[in-house]
């Protein structure tokens, strides 16, 4: 990566020629001078659109030293999601995690983050954000991750001490950050998700704060006064009054941890509003270039690399820089926020749960299907190629194959008998080895064939075609120890499996909340008990 000085100068002194050159040669030295200025204010722009920057021309060593890094993926009991399909010309999306840790491990993050009594304690991913980057860097979705909803988080291995940390069924997704660190937030976005996760990067509350004085003031809109604070002492502390304000360093940490103060006064609420600040981020910094001073970049990317830790692929300036690269490329029309779509749980209060839409807008993700609805018609962007096959199946009445009732959904109890009905589906059609699992249902979106090595590839292969189960739904996973059914709900009686023709459709359900990052008529509603 070229190191050359901002200011443009390239050492030469003065020259021979007219006045005329001279001043055409300034002239020329200026604009490109303005262009690479303008170049580096992108790249660090694009970062800043994650929670970091970077300027690889100031101090890089320095700044590489200010980086923390962690493992990516901690979970060790299923394969990892696969990667998304390159396009017609070669390319691949990104998807990166973007996580905000409430840990009070400093004085400062106690301070800033208040409640003693958990000072040290483990932390909680109370923000979390995944950002998907269309292959073609058309297009960029945001999608929220709610702190309260209930999910599966996989078994984790802390990369420090070793400690192993077991699965756990119905837990807060925030919890993941504190089973061995941010690779188990990933693994758990990928468990839940599908979505391959190429890189996190996690920022505290200190960091959240140096980098918002750096990047300077950002406005926001509240429709009436508001003061986030109640008799007990909860509440973020934010307090405006009606109208348009622009925001930064620790008055930006309010705004982006207000729960008490907006709408319904939940975290749905607040990731409305975290949403709504990056848009407005974003506008300001690209329609105002305020990254062109060297002296703010050099702010900016000492806050940056301080406040940030990355995963091992995004552990130097060259790294972040070449990822920028791709970024800058998403024009702010086309950047698309999301909230992953939920319902409130039926048992435990306060908490919520995915439904079915956000199984749909996962699945708009993974096949790189951009959120906006401006995708130009993919010819065959929905098939999936055929896998390549390595084993022969065996006789379909050798085939053991194993059937899991997974047709419990968030909003529907499991479907009595599944396993059983299809167990003698299967034995009707001449697999005299299909027994049916007694265990516990479990919730799968889609019905699924997973088997564990590639000598029983053939076989579950064999078991999809009978069934009539797409072979995309047929996936080698090391949770398995043979040939394994799971009946999910989208198959939830009958016997004969037909996908649901909705998921066909390409449209961004209403459910998740979409905004445009171009919308600057966004402004949050207060919740009239804490106005002022």
Known sequence: ??????????????????????????????????????????????????????????????????????????????????????????????????IGSDARDTAENQKLGGAKDTFDGPPLADVQMLLHISADRSNMSVVSMPRDTLIDIPKCTDPDTKKVYQASTRAMT??????????????????????????????????????????????????????????????????????????????????????????????????????????????????????????????????????????????????????????QKVPTERITMATMPNAYDTVQTGRVVPTDDAAKLFRLVREDIALDGKDKKKAAATASPSPTVTDTAADDAKIAVQVHNSTSTSTLAAARGRASAVTQLLRDKGFDEAVADTSAATSEAKTVIRYPSADLQGDALRVAKVLGVPTSQVKKSTEVSGVTLFVGGDWRSGTKYEAKKAEENDTTPTSAQAMNGADDTQCMHVDPAYSW
Request: glycine share 12%; with cysteine; net charge positive.
């Open 1 to 98: 990566m070229s190191l050359t000085p901002v200011d443009g100068t390239d050492g030469s002194g003065s020259g021979s020629g007219s006045g005329d050159i001279g001043r055409n040669v300034r002239g020329a030295d200026r604009k490109r001078r303005r262009r690479r200025v303008l170049r580096w204010s992108a790249t660090v722009l694009t970062l800043v659109i994650l929670g970091s920057a970077g300027a690889g021309y100031l101090y890089y060593e320095h700044l590489n030293a200010n980086i923390k890094s962690d493992d990516l993926n901690l979970g060790d009991t299923k394969d990892r999601a696969e990667k998304t399909q390159a396009n017609a010309a070669g390319q691949t999306a990104l998807n990166i995690l973007l």
């Open 174 to 327: 925030n919890e993941s950050l504190g089973r061995g660190g941010p690779g188990c937030t990933v693994a758990t976005w990928e468990k839940l998700t599908g979505i391959h996760i190429d890189h996190f990067m996690m920022i505290d509350f200190s960091g959240v704060v140096s980098m918002a004085d750096a990047i300077g003031g950002v406005p926001v809109c509240v429709d009436a006064s508001v003061y986030s604070h109640t008799s007990t002492g909860k509440g973020s502390g934010l307090k405006l009054e009606k109208g348009t304000h622009s925001i930064k360093g620790k008055q930006a940490l309010q705004w982006l941890r207000t729960r008490y103060g907006f709408e319904d006064d939940t975290d749905l609420a607040r990731a409305k509003a975290q949403h709504m600040y990056m848009n407005s981020m974003v506008r300001e910094l690209r329609a105002n270039a305020k990254l062109t001073n060297p002296n703010k970049l050099r702010k900016l990317a000492e806050a940056a690399t301080k406040a940030i830790t990355v995963d091992d692929g995004l552990d130097t300036i060259t790294k972040m820089y070449d990822m920028a690269t791709e970024l």
